[in-house]
C-alpha cells in the first residue's frame, strides 16, 4: 500500500478508534422487582408436608408458565424430611423435573430491560435428601435469548444454597420483555424457593465511540471480572447513524460475555475487508475491568500497537496535550449529549499563549475525527508543543488522541473536569 494510502486510512481508522468514553448513572439503591408467586406459597395445599413415593403437590405452579415436570411441592422437614433443615420460607417450594423427565418453568415479568441496568436474580437451589439433583439452570432471558446463567451450584443433600445470576443490558437492550427461567435435567430434581430480583444503574457503560476496522486495522477489547461472583454483560457494536451495526466476525450486532470469577474474555474485531465504522457500547458491572487494543499491520514492518484504557468521563471540558514539533496528532471529539452541540476548540502553545481557535459541530452522541492542525484555524498548532482545550456548549464530551511518528503511534490521555 503507498504511503500516502496507508497514511489516510491510518488517520480514518485509529485516530477515531482511539477515542474511549464512558458515561455513569448511579441509583443510590438497588430496585427490587415484583415477582408473582416468588415463594411458591400461592398455592395453597391442603396435604401435610411429605415425599418419597407419595409427595403433597400440584401441577400448577401460580404465576409461572410450566413445561414438563414441574410442580408446587410441600415438602417434609426436620428429621426423616426430604429437607431435615428446612426450607428458605413458607412451606412450598418448586419441583422441577424428575426421574421421568425434566421441566421449566419461566416467567414474564411484562417489562424490557433498561438500557444501563444491572439485574441481579437470586434463587434457593436445593437438593433433596431422597432424590439427587442432576443438572439445573437459573436463568435470565430477554425474549427467548438467554442473558444470563448458572448451573454450578451443588448443594449437599437435604439442603439448599443460594444461586446468584447477574445481566447486565448494555446501552441497547432491545424491546423484548425480560424472563426468569428454571429448569432441570437429566433424571433428577431441582427444588426451587424465594426467588427474587433487584436491578441498579450502577453499572458503567464504557464506550468506544468509533470502531473501525480494515484489512490494516484490528481492534480488541480485553475484559476481567476481579470479583468472586460470575458477571455476565452485553456489548453492542453501533453504527455512525445509531443502528445496530452487524459485525462480520461475530455475525451479530451484540453479543453476551460470560465472565467466569476472576474471568477474562477477549473480543476481537480482525483486519479483514473494505473499511467500516461505528462504535462499541458494554455496560460493565462493578468488579469488571477493561481495555482497548489497537494493533496496524503492514507488510515488510513489524506488527504496530497501542493499548488504550477505558476511562470515565462526565467531562464539559478535555484539556489534550499535544507534540507537533516532530510528531503529527490526531484527536477526536465526542458529544455525549442527545442534542446538537458546538465543541469549542482552544490551542495553547508551551507559554500558554492562544495559538489557534476552531469549532466543532456535532449532531447528539455523533463524533468528530480530524487531524489537529487541519482544523480550520488551527494551522498554528503544527511545529509546536502545547496543549489544546475542548469545551461543550452543553452536556457533556469526551476527546482522546494519537499521536503518530511515522509508523509508530500511541495514544494520549486527556484531563477532564
Not at 473499511?275 to 503492514?298: C, D, H, M
Not at 516532530?326 to 500558554?352: E, F, H, M, P, W
Not at 498548532?381 to 499521536?403: E, K, M
Request: with cysteine.
Amino acid at each position: 500500500m503507498p504511503m500516502q494510502i496507508l497514511q489516510l486510512t491510518t488517520r480514518i481508522a485509529i485516530w477515531s478508534t482511539a477515542v474511549i468514553v464512558l458515561t455513569a448513572t448511579a441509583f443510590a439503591q438497588g430496585q427490587a422487582i415484583p415477582i408473582a408467586n416468588a415463594g411458591f406459597e400461592s398455592d395453597v395445599l391442603g396435604c401435610a408436608p411429605s415425599g418419597g413415593s407419595n409427595p403433597c403437590f400440584d401441577p400448577v405452579i401460580p404465576g409461572w408458565s410450566v413445561i414438563g415436570r414441574a410442580s408446587t411441592f410441600k415438602p417434609s422437614t426436620g428429621p426423616g424430611g426430604v429437607f431435615p433443615g428446612g426450607i428458605p420460607g413458607g412451606v412450598n417450594v418448586a419441583a422441577v423435573g424428575d426421574q421421568s423427565g425434566g421441566g421449566v418453568i419461566t416467567q414474564d415479568l411484562g417489562f424490557a430491560p433498561l438500557a444501563n441496568t444491572t439485574y441481579t436474580l437470586t434463587v434457593s437451589v436445593g437438593q433433596r435428601a431422597d432424590s439427587p439433583l442432576t443438572a439445573y439452570a437459573v436463568e435470565l432471558l430477554v425474549g427467548t435469548t438467554s442473558v444470563a446463567s448458572d448451573t454450578t451450584l451443588r448443594p449437599a443433600a437435604g439442603t439448599f444454597a443460594l444461586d446468584t445470576v447477574t445481566y447486565n443490558s448494555g446501552s441497547f437492550p432491545g424491546i423484548a420483555h425480560l424472563f426468569i427461567r428454571l429448569s432441570a435435567s437429566g433424571g433428577g430434581q431441582a427444588d426451587f424457593d424465594q426467588v427474587a430480583l433487584n436491578a441498579s444503574s450502577g453499572a458503567i457503560t464504557q464506550i468506544l465511540p468509533q470502531l473501525a476496522f480494515v484489512v490494516v486495522w484490528y481492534t480488541g477489547l480485553y475484559f476481567t471480572n476481579i470479583t468472586s461472583t460470575p458477571v455476565s454483560f452485553t456489548v453492542s457494536f453501533i453504527g455512525d447513524d445509531g443502528n445496530p451495526l452487524t459485525i462480520p466476525a461475530l455475525g451479530a450486532s451484540s453479543m453476551t460475555v460470560n465472565l467466569a470469577a476472576r474471568g477474562t474474555a477477549l473480543t476481537e474485531i480482525p483486519n479483514a475487508g473494505p473499511l467500516v465504522q461505528g462504535y462499541v457500547s458494554a455496560a460493565l458491572p462493578a468488579g469488571v475491568t477493561a481495555y482497548g487494543v489497537f494493533r496496524q499491520s503492514v507488510g515488510g514492518i513489524n506488527d504496530q500497537e497501542a493499548v488504550v484504557p477505558l476511562s470515565r468521563t462526565t467531562a464539559t471540558t478535555s484539556t489534550l496535550l499535544f507534540d507537533d514539533t516532530k510528531y503529527v496528532t490526531g484527536v477526536a471529539v465526542v458529544n455525549l449529549a442527545s442534542v446538537s452541540a458546538t465543541i469549542s476548540v482552544v490551542a495553547r502553545d508551551n507559554q500558554g499563549n492562544t495559538i489557534g481557535i476552531s469549532n466543532i459541530a456535532l449532531a447528539g452522541h455523533a463524533k468528530r475525527a480530524v487531524v489537529l492542525r487541519d482544523l480550520p484555524g488551527l494551522a498554528g498548532v503544527a511545529g509546536s508543543l502545547g496543549s489544546v482545550d475542548f469545551t461543550a456548549s452543553i452536556g457533556n464530551l469526551a476527546a482522546l488522541g494519537l499521536r503518530f511518528d511515522g509508523a509508530a503511534f500511541t495514544s494520549i490521555p486527556t484531563s477532564n473536569r
